[in-house]
């Protein structure tokens, strides 16, 4: 298998300024793509030098607006610059553009002679930048006009169950050359799996040019860095053999599995990738998963509850909780589970010192999917406990499956909540992302005072001292963020995707 190339969108404003992307991130491509529609007008007049400045080989593009480029000075003038471009071949094809993109209603024989004469590949594109593409290789194969071209494909899927589409079309096309690519959040896959789609290259854009490319043009484009490619997902390194794992929810669109999962492939030399492959249902993520060979995945919001019916089996703890974070495809059996609740149990024993909270009393502040995955361990770890919760169904409903006491999260159930402060578990999404001091909109216990006996266990990580902590800690509690959480439910995780691995 011919492992796909790595190339960098060069989206730059001058040429200067896209010769030192490329000098950033030369480690990282095999190939840039020099965006003519993005330089300035005077800077266009020097595209001909370009290749010859890089040191890898160029893809010349001149992408019009409908194409999902910036390109706006209409067709005769984009002729003039390809003729330009394209014009007094050198004898060292390094000085060369290496492959000229030409779309698939573009046809000038002169400019389509002159590319084949000196070497330079074209690649006949065809971008669709609201749509899916359904019927791939009937498409690629009616752009392959001379023989010569590499066809390319790029459209914008509506749900997952499009890119699974292509997926499945573009498994048939091993023997063939082509860019296949599905854009947008949901296309992420495309762009990691690039060898699964048997795609020439995957495109990529520098780091500190993405938002840019975004409010550009108006829509995520789903490009990664070339670092994070590397870094990451270790693109390289994929072939036909890689078994696939990931994570999906909606919208995901920060998510550090990816990073926790793909490092301890690589430390633990396993031939793995895990991809994010985001879905607004979870029926075509798990669809997803099926169809591509994925081996195990992680669920996270909002789909932990959905995914149980559509499983073959899941362990106690999904039965108890009621949540499943983690599926595993074990010999055509579709089996989850829930590390969040052990992940938790093994975090809070680490902070609070103690091997089991028998004689403990336990406050969990809030009532969502987290709560009932810590009052599952709460109660297994012999607590008793008081759910406190805005809504007050929502504690009651978890306090009455785990024997516990509930309350309103307010003023008004301050004497329980100082009856059950031993430990204090704050499950709430306020506090996430917050930023100055605590106060009544990033604070879910802004009404209560705490005395410093109390010890503080916030589940959220982001950011590393939530408000709620500062005053916890202001007073002398003990306090501790999520990330042993985070990092405990990751390796019980990783030792479920270690085993499907070691057995498949
Ligand atoms: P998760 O799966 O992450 O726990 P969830 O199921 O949406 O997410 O639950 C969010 C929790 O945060 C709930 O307990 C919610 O309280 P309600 O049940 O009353 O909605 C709580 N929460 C979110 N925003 C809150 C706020 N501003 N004040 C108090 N509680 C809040």
């Known amino acids: ?26 480690h ?70 290496a492959y000229v993109d030409f779309e698939e209603d573009f046809h000038v024989p002169s400019l389509q002679d002159a590319a084949l004469a000196f070497g330079t590949k074209i690649i006949r594109s065809f971008h669709d930048m609201q749509n899916p593409v359904h019927n791939l290789a009937e498409k690629l194969d009616a752009m392959r006009t001379t023989g010569f071209e590499i ?56 780091a500190e040019l993405l938002d840019k490319m975004i409010s550009l043009s108006g829509q995520a484009i789903g490009h990664i860095d070339p670092k994070t490619l590397h870094d990451v997902y270790h693109f ?75 499983l073959d089996e899941v362990d106690d703890n999904v039965k108890k909780i009621g949540a499943c974070n983690t599926v595993v495809h074990d010999h055509g059996i579709w089996k989850g589970y829930n590390t969040d609740a052990p992940g938790f149990s093994k975090a809070l024993l680490a902070f609070t010192g103690l091997t ?67 430990i204090i578990v704050q499950t709430t999404s306020k506090g996430m992302g917050a930023e100055g001091e605590p106060n009544q909109d990033n604070d879910p216990l802004y009404f209560y005072d705490f005395d410093g006996t109390e010890m503080l266990y916030d589940i959220i990580y982001v950011p590393d001292v939530t408000p709620v902590m500062v005053r916890a800690q202001a007073a002398g509690c003990k306090v501790s963020n999520g990330l042993t959480m985070l990092q405990y439910q990751g390796d019980a995780q990783f030792m479920l995707y270690k085993e499907i691995y070691e057995n498949a």
Request: hydrophobic share 45%.
């Open 28 to 97: 990282f491509i095999d190939v840039a793509e020099l965006r003519v529609d993005f330089l300035d007008e005077a800077e266009r007049l020097n595209i001909r030098e370009f290749p010859a400045m890089i040191n890898v080989p160029c893809i010349l593009t001149i992408r019009r607006v409908s194409d999902g480029g910036q390109y706006r000075e209409g067709e005769a003038s984009r002729t003039m610059l390809f003729a330009r471009a394209l014009a007094f071949a050198e004898s060292n094809p390094k000085k060369n553009f």
């Open 356 to 422: 089991d909270l028998h004689g403990k009393k336990v406050a969990i502040i809030g009532a969502g999917g987290a709560s009932r995955a810590v009052a599952f361990a709460v109660k297994e770890l012999g607590a008793q406990a008081c759910v406190f919760n805005r809504t007050i169904s929502r504690a009651r409903a978890i306090a009455e499956q785990f024997g516990f006491a509930y309350a309103t999260l307010g003023a008004e159930s301050l004497e329980k909540l100082h009856e059950y402060s031993d």
């Open 236 to 310: 390289r390194q994929l072939d036909e053999n890689t078994k696939v794992f990931g994570i999906t929810g909606w919208p995901l669109k920060v998510t550090s599995s990816p990073k926790i999962h793909n490092k301890k492939f690589e430390t633990n030399g396993m031939n793995a990738v895990f991809a994010p492959f985001p879905s607004e249902t979870i029926a075509d993520a798990f669809a997803f998963a099926k169809s591509i060979g994925v081996k195990g995945f992680s669920v996270t919001v909002p789909h932990k509850e959905h995914i149980i019916p559509l």
């Open 151 to 206: 066809p390319k494909v790029a459209c914008m899927p509506h749900s997952l169950a499009d890119v699974t589409q292509l997926f499945a079309e573009a498994s048939a096309l091993a023997d063939s050359q082509q860019i296949v690519c599905a854009m947008g959040n949901l296309g992420f896959p495309t762009r990691i799996l690039a060898h699964a789609v048997h795609s020439y290259l995957t495109y990529t854009t520098a």
């Open 1 to 26: 298998m011919k492992r796909p190339l790595v190339c960098l969108c060069l989206t730059g404003r001058t040429l200067a300024e896209d010769v030192e992307l490329v000098e950033r991130y030369s």
